[in-house]
């Protein structure tokens, strides 16, 4: 099992929906947990990062995280054709981040 | 927001040249990365530090070296090119534990 696991996707959604992406991890003594997002060619950039149980929002994002089932989730409402992208889920644990494989994106006009 | 630079940004060099991948960050971060990523693939881990003098092995095996002999940069070797080690090479920072990684623009090599 690997550390982090994401569905790879594609996940397709029409513009104005919300995509739910997920992400699920082993390893229960993890500590911080990030999405980051990827656009093609480009380098991985931050969104937002949770630390606590419950809900995080920033604008149209809202992070999820439920340590007791060891797994975090990120919300996009009201998608764009901008949020198009690959998204990352890292999280820190001993000294280390692990990011999954990501979940690729694609919201349709 | 960190600042990290890398130079070059795309490279085409040929089988067998010693290439190094500069990589600078300017916010005073004390721990550094280098990951490879394939198109459409995930990111691995080759070198990370967390301190000057300070050079570990990541997941991935690679045949590069890097070394941190000031703070801000980390630049990372390649004695002897090969068509494999085409990928983008991206340099990465953090401050702490457990807090964001910030990454660079990343540097496209190409070994032909």
């Known amino acids: 099992q690997k550390e982090v696991e994401q569905n790879s996707g594609p996940l397709s959604v029409p513009e104005g929906a919300i995509a739910s992406l997920n992400c699920t991890y082993s390893d229960r003594g993890s500590q911080s947990f990030f999405w980051y997002r990827q656009y093609s060619g480009k380098s991985p950039e931050l969104i937002m990062f949770i630390y606590s149980n419950g809900d995080k929002e920033d604008g149209r994002f809202t992070a999820q995280l439920n340590k007791a089932s060891q797994y975090v989730s990120l919300l996009i409402r009201d998608s764009q054709p901008s949020d198009s992208a690959t998204y990352l889920c890292?999280?820190?644990?001993?000294?280390?981040?692990?990011f999954g494989a990501g979940t690729r994106l694609t919201v349709k006009p | 927001e960190a600042d990290i630079y890398q130079t070059p940004r795309y490279l085409v060099i040929g089988t067998g040249k010693k290439i190094t991948l500069e990589c600078s960050q300017t916010m005073g971060h004390d721990k550094m990365y280098w990951y490879q990523q394939d198109p459409g693939m995930e990111l691995h881990l080759i070198h990370y530090s967390y301190g000057v003098n300070s050079t570990e092995k990541g997941d991935l095996s690679s045949e590069s070296t890097v070394s941190r002999i000031r703070t801000e940069h980390f630049p990372l070797t390649l004695e002897s090119a090969r068509p494999s080690h085409t990928s983008q090479y991206l340099c990465?920072?953090?401050?702490?534990?457990?807090?964001?990684?910030?990454f660079g623009e990343g540097s496209w090599l190409t070994v032909v």
């Open positions: 990465a920072s953090s401050v702490g534990d457990g807090n964001t990684i910030y």
């Open positions: 890292a999280l820190y644990n001993n000294n280390d981040m692990r």
